[in-house]
């Protein structure tokens, strides 16, 4: 199978800051890739450059559709949207004051089918919107204020708010961070079961090693803006250059 997505020597630069310098990525199709490097390593600048909320410097990124992305031609987070590819945030954007279920609209309505009313007040939204609540298991919760579940919660319902859009790919940054353990399981079982059913592929940005090494096919790894191994698993854990990156920051 081929890539769904592709990086190629992409660079960014923050006033004096090399965020990115030369980084280069592939995201095989049907694959869960990991991407992981110590903190700074540039791995979020990377998801917002591929999402289409950071301008690069030079390089190029392939997205789904056959859509190049360069500097001289930047592209909008929408439409990088409607290629197929969702993504979360590594601190979750949901609107708080809003319930499960109203979110769950807003994300509907922004998919762009349909008007404001229709489609929603046909059923057929809707119901596919508790369908995937059920998925992610928050359908006791639909009622509740997205801003009285708890942060695991939180990210159950980011990860369900993305499902509507029915993407090819989706990208998440840190789907373990601050989750308690039964949490993480959960929310590991549920991107197996959207892979291999629905063949989601998936990137993943994760700190948990333990979560990174039991989920993903294939591992790049980052330090300082670029790209330093890649591979199984067990090939990354046992290159000696990812240890030093991390041991030497
Ligand atoms: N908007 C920004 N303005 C200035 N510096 C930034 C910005 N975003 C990221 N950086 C810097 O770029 C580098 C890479 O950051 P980041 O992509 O967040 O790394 P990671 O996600 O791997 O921890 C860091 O040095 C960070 O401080
Ligand atoms: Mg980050």
Redesign the pocket.
């Given at each position: 199978m081929g890539n769904v997505l592709e990086v190629f020597d992409v660079s960014k630069s923050?006033?004096g800051?090399h965020?990115l310098e030369g980084c280069s990525l592939q995201v095989e199709q049907g694959s869960i890739t990991g991407l992981i490097?110590?903190?700074?390593?540039?791995?979020?600048?990377?998801f917002?450059a591929i999402t289409g909320y950071?301008r690069i410097d030079a390089g190029s990124i392939h997205l789904p559709g056959e859509i190049i992305v360069t500097k001289d031609r930047p592209i909008a987070p929408d439409k990088v949207f409607r290629t197929g590819l969702g993504r979360t945030f590594?601190l979750t954007r949901i609107f708080p004051r809003l319930s499960v279920i109203e979110n769950m609209h807003v994300a509907t309505q922004r998919k762009g089918l349909g008007s404001f009313f229709s489609r929603w007040s046909t059923g057929q939204e809707q119901r596919r919107a508790v369908e995937l609540l059920h998925f992610v298991g928050l359908d006791d919760l639909q009622e509740h204020l997205a801003g009285e579940l708890s942060y695991g919660q939180r990210k159950l319902l980011e990860f369900a708010l993305i499902l509507i859009a029915d993407p090819k790919i989706i990208l998440l940054d840190e789907p373990a961070g601050g989750v308690n353990p039964s949490m993480i399981n959960h929310i590991g079982e549920r991107i197996r079961v959207l892979n291999q059913e629905q063949g989601i592929t998936f990137l993943i940005?994760e700190h948990n090693m333990e979560f990174v090494m039991g989920i993903c096919d294939k591992i790049t790894v980052?330090h300082r803006?670029t790209n330093i191994a890649e591979g199984s698993p067990g090939e990354v854990r046992n290159n000696p250059a990812v240890l030093e990156a991390y041991l030497g920051d």
């Open positions: 923050f006033g800051i965020a490097g110590p903190n700074g390593s540039g791995k979020t600048t990377l917002n950071e590594q940005v980052f803006g």
